[in-house]
């Protein structure tokens, strides 16, 4: 997952983890979630709620 676009990749997405998971190559979603979470030092779900109540305050501001 360490490649050029990968982190741009998740951070402008809406689509879900599987659907993620299968776009970059992976079959298996426990073994996304294990690479996602040693390369961005946190869980997909986290990070994909994380974004999502960064956007909503972005509404809100």
Avoid: C, Q
């Avoid at 741009?8 to 998971?21: Q, R």
């Avoid at 776009?23 to 073994?31: I, K, L, Q």
């Amino acid at each position: 997952m360490t490649r050029p676009g990968a982190r741009p990749g998740v951070k402008g997405t809406t689509i879900s983890i599987s659907a993620l998971a299968y776009r970059w190559g992976f079959n298996s979603n426990a073994h996304f979630s294990r690479i996602f979470k040693r390369e961005f030092d946190t869980t997909p779900s986290e990070f994909l709620k994380r974004r999502v109540h960064e956007s909503m305050g972005d509404i809100v501001d």
